[in-house]
């Protein structure tokens, strides 16, 4: 179970990682509202944390002969394409792509690591950015979802940087760094345009915002120069507000699976996060900072989707005169 007291090795290797402080209350927070259903985090009802409400739409879905069709919808992941611009992108970075993968649920069925891997196979891109949510549970074993990511990361192309979601604990950050992931929590790195030494922008990514609130954009931003271009990995859009007026050009997110089950035209039927619906799905803009919060590649709860592809995203920098 991943409440379990952290073995001495794990508990060194986190607390030089993020501090004893944020340790001890990321750990904290974990054993005390681990899988609560009511109350804690940003929202007061979590559906996710619904005992056996996964069998509940099953049983549904297959009296109503849809079973099999959300399976088969919720394995077409499609790769889309998107472009930020600005006008302070550093002209050696036109061009330059990240694969943004959210909200995977690796070990919600045991073909989900092999569709994903499928979907990214052969892609173009400079860097992979992972926002969260690699489990199916909000709670029990980790190891599962750990195995599954790793074998996704060697289908990756380095350098692949990561947050962590709601579903995930901090007990799985030294298993995903020794796999070849680095983890920001509430940390940024800067990245150099094709490996070069010359100008850069900046990755920044919070630990997670929804359910934990564990993020810190102050800490996340605090290495980052005023002046350079920089990308906010969340796991949830939530945070928006903050996020821009802290200066951001660009937050990633997802969590919110654009709604997973909508109804014909994409409509959503139900949105797990607190923030104006039009920051749920897809690109956006508030203040001078753009968004993009992707439908996620896996599915919560249920494998299944209805009028909401799983997708994988490429997200290109072109600077922009105009802005």
């Known amino acids: 179970m991943s409440r379990a007291p952290l073995d001495p090795e794990t508990a060194e290797y986190l607390a030089r990682r993020i501090g004893p402080v944020h340790l001890r209350q990321r750990i904290g927070i974990e054993t005390a509202y681990e899988a609560k259903v009511f109350g804690q985090g940003r929202n007061w009802f979590h559906i996710e944390n619904i005992d056996s409400l996964d069998s509940v739409i099953r049983f549904l879905l297959k009296v109503t002969m ?21 006008p302070h992108i ?40 992972l926002t969260g949510d690699y489990r199916a549970e ?51 790195v800067p990245v150099h345009a094709n490996g070069s030494d010359g100008p850069r922008i900046w990755i920044a990514g919070v630990d997670d915002p929804h359910y934990f609130k564990a993020d810190n954009l102050e800490k996340a931003a605090e290495n980052v120069p005023a002046d350079a271009f920089s990308v906010l990995l969340a796991h949830s859009p939530e945070i928006y507000k903050n996020a821009a007026h ?7 997110s997802g969590h919110t699976h654009g709604g997973q089950i909508c109804l014909p035209g994409g409509i959503p039927v139900m949105l797990n996060a607190r923030c104006p619906r039009y920051l749920c799905s897809g690109a956006w803009q508030y203040r001078n900072m753009r968004g993009y919060t992707s439908a996620g590649s896996g599915a919560c709860v249920v494998d299944i989707r209805f009028n909401c592809p799983p997708e994988v995203m490429l997200h290109t920098l072109v600077p922009d005169a105009d802005g």
């Open 66 to 86: 849809l079973h099999r069709r959300g399976q088969r919808n919720a394995r077409r992941i499609e790769v889309r394409r998107h472009q930020f611009s600005a």
């Open 138 to 188: 909000t709670f029990g074993t980790l190891q599962p979802a750990i195995d599954a990511l790793t074998k996704v990361r060697q289908s990756l192309r380095a350098p692949v940087i990561a947050v962590l979601g709601n579903h995930d604990s901090i007990r799985m950050v030294p298993q995903l760094e020794k796999a070849g992931i680095t983890v920001l929590l509430n940390e940024s």
């Open 246 to 252: 802290a200066g951001f050009d660009v937050m990633l």
């Open 90 to 129: 550093p002209r050696e970075f036109n061009g330059y792509t990240l694969l943004h993968i959210t909200d995977l649920h690796l070990d919600m069925a045991p073909d989900m690591a092999d569709t994903l891997i499928d979907a990214v196979s052969g892609l173009e891109y400079d860097v992979c950015v």
